[in-house]
């Protein structure tokens, strides 16, 4: 890991680096290649692609009622209620994110209203492999459901038996997802925003993915379908001081280091102690886990800084913009009120970031790679569209009327004053 000691303002762009592999012009050509193919021959180009990737010879996409049967008896009981569990803490908290219609009288006779209605049809990707992400069904299928979405598709790739890992399938049952694909990587994007025999087309891709899913994403937004928001590696950012157990804060450098090799974790503390101890004890930690050479490869672009005082620790906290943000700190009621760019944020000494992952209610799909500073983790409101209303009454054309008429004429747009003085 490098360690920075009081560094000056003009390395802090060092220290905020992400450690992005850099996107290669062969990763943009195959996406584009697996796209231009969905789109030529459908169904066939995908189910050719599943069995060139997984060694699966499937001849349907679509998982069976039997399957999802045999997935809810397969996981283990303790593990079912687990999700249930976090299912009831995130629908809770997400369902407390409804907003009210709003109506105005802008001036006399001009009624104006917004109104949130869900997005018609959404596709959810939830990657497999040696990592499948069961817990963000949860994080997208529940507010798409509470939303109100009509049309619920999830896509996550099967393994080399033909099979998407039952505990996907069991944590999409537990929350009432029945439309699922045995399908992965770019050629499910490329499925969802297309449509084929069997998949529909959707209006907006959910879901992480490896850098072929994230381009894929990228780059069907050109044919008319929206994407939750962009992304990179995962990324933690931990405040320490002196009060913070060192165990814990090399615990939480870890988790997210395991995510995989261009994962970031950075420390920043006024607190000598606290740098001076933190390596070995990670080390020890990272030397028991399964996946260590893959934490040691995150870690070698992790970083510990040493400030001066609290206001330097925020300033640089907010340059970085974490996806997630500890604040392992005594006074971390006043230094909360001072983030301003973060994904989610996890106050105290006894919040990991691992609780917001799984189970405490909010959301882990979160912007990465500095977008916190403009994009918002995904939320019930990713899931809806904003629509607004208007209304003149004859009181509310001679409120506007004259208004309307000298702004359009000025922009020389004639036909849009006269379709105000012909009212």
């Not at 992400?133 to 790739?157: D, E, H, Q």
């Not at 609780?355 to 979160?366: E, F, M, Q, R, V």
Request: net charge negative; with cysteine; aromatic share 4%.
């Amino acid at each position: 890991m490098e360690v920075y000691r009081y560094p000056s303002r003009q390395e802090w762009p060092h220290i905020c680096r992400r450690a992005m592999v850099e996107q290669s012009k062969q990763v943009e050509d195959t996406v584009a290649s697996i796209i231009n193919d969905v789109a030529t021959r459908g169904e066939q180009a995908v189910l050719d692609y599943e069995h060139r990737f997984t060694g699966s010879s499937i001849d349907s996409l679509r998982v069976t009622d039997t399957e999802l049967e045999e997935a809810m008896r397969s996981v283990p009981e303790e593990l079912i209620l687990a999700i249930e569990a976090a299912a009831a803490n995130i629908e809770k908290f997400h369902a407390a994110q409804r907003m009210q219609p709003i109506e105005v009288e802008t001036a006399p006779g001009v009624h104006c209203e917004q109104r949130q209605l869900p997005i018609n049809t959404v596709g959810l990707y939830i990657p497999g492999g040696n990592s499948p992400l069961f817990s963000t069904v949860l994080m997208l299928a529940v507010p798409a459901r509470l939303a109100g979405c009509k049309r619920i598709v999830l896509c996550s790739p099967a393994n080399k038996d033909g099979k998407v890992h039952p505990a996907i399938l069991a944590t999409a049952g537990i929350v009432g997802i029945t439309e699922i694909y045995k399908t992965g990587g770019a050629q499910a994007i490329a499925a969802m925003a297309l449509g084929t025999k069997e998949i529909p087309r959707v209006d907006k891709i959910f879901g992480p993915g490896n850098r072929f899913v994230m381009e894929a994403k990228q780059q069907v937004t050109r044919l008319g379908v929206a994407i939750d928001m962009p992304a990179g590696p995962s990324e933690v950012m931990v405040l320490a001081d002196d009060g913070a157990r060192l165990e814990c804060i090399a615990a939480d450098f870890l988790s997210q280091a395991e995510h995989g090799p261009d994962s970031q974790s950075i420390l920043i503390t006024c607190s000598e102690s606290v740098i001076d101890a933190l390596p070995s004890v990670i080390d020890q930690q990272a030397s028991t886990l399964p996946k260590r050479e893959l934490v040691e490869k995150s870690l070698s672009h992790s970083r510990l800084v040493l400030v001066k005082d609290e206001e330097e620790m925020m300033a640089l906290a907010n340059d970085y913009a974490p996806e997630h943000l500890i604040v392992a700190m005594a006074n971390w009621r006043d230094l909360k009120d001072r983030v301003e760019n973060a994904g989610s944020v996890f106050l105290g000494y006894n919040t990991p970031e691992s609780a917001g992952d799984y189970a405490s209610g909010t959301n882990h799909t979160l912007p990465t790679s500095g977008y916190a500073r403009a994009y918002s983790g995904v939320n019930l409101d990713s899931f809806m569209k904003k629509v607004t209303f208007q209304h003149l009454t004859a009181e509310g054309v001679s409120s506007i009327a004259r208004t309307v008429e000298l702004m359009a004429l000025a922009e020389g747009l004639d036909a849009h004053a006269r379709a105000m003085t012909l009212r």
